[in-house]
């Protein structure tokens, strides 16, 4: 089947160690979106691209980037990872925007 | 800028119920509207996707209504089940920028 999946499911890493999470889709969409979300909080949006163009949102802390290599994959660097971004990564994507968002498993980051 | 309030935030049931729950948006100016499931711990699954120009749209026993000129939509479950505890998100998409997500509501049935 057609979809979105991310690795891992679990992340745990050391405070300050660059940690980074993947997302891939075979779904050919030309959207890929990384939001971060909180406890009881609604998914907040980092990045997205269209097609290869990169799209960063004004409040996204400059401790996080992404990388797009190619239609599939699409990755998640966090450079030094604070307490504070312990948090469920949700990976989505969506073709133009005309047919909804298609959202992975998540992956839940625990910083220790 | 775009916001999506959904109420109430938490809603507790019996088995067997018919329940609603609303979502209201401040921009009508809207391309669609998706709600969308989240287990705890998960991902977000899709449930319903709302084009503009339509007024409703089912899935089982599931039924979104949209009322764009008035910013509101409701996510209508009949019959509920223990398995349909999850939080349900709704999210609006102005189609030039990324979805706007409410807090969610958070349901729970109890058998």
């Known amino acids: 089947d057609a979809m979105v999946i991310q690795n891992p499911r679990y992340q745990v890493t050391q405070f300050g160690k660059p940690v980074t999470l993947s997302c891939s889709q075979t779904?050919?969409?030309?959207?890929m979106y990384w939001y971060q979300q909180k406890s009881s909080q609604a998914p907040k949006l980092l990045f997205h691209y269209y097609d290869k163009d990169f799209n960063n949102e004004a409040d996204t802390p400059d401790n996080f980037q992404s990388r797009r290599p190619n239609t599939s994959f699409c990755f998640l660097d966090i450079r030094s990872p604070g307490l504070g971004d312990a948090a469920m990564y949700l990976c989505?994507?969506?073709?133009?925007?005309?047919?909804?968002?298609?959202f992975g498993s998540g992956t839940r980051l625990t910083v220790v | 800028k775009q916001e999506v309030t959904q109420i109430p935030a938490a809603l507790s049931v019996p088995e067997g119920e018919n329940l609603v729950l609303n979502c209201s948006f401040t921009?009508?100016?809207?391309?669609?509207l998706q709600w969308f499931r989240q287990d705890p711990g998960k991902g977000l699954t899709s449930l319903l996707l709302?084009?503009?120009?339509?007024r409703e749209q089912t899935s089982g026993r599931l039924n979104a209504s949209l009322d764009k000129s008035s910013g509101r939509s409701t996510l209508y479950i009949a019959a509920s089940q223990p398995g349909d505890s999850a939080t349900y998100l709704c999210a609006v998409d102005k189609g030039n920028t990324p979805l706007v997500f409410g807090k969610g509501t958070r349901l729970s049935v109890i058998a």
């Open positions: 989505a994507t969506s073709r133009d925007r005309t047919r909804g968002y298609t």
């Open positions: 921009d009508s100016a809207i391309y669609n």
């Open positions: 779904l050919n969409h030309n959207v």
């Open positions: 709302i084009q503009s120009s339509q």
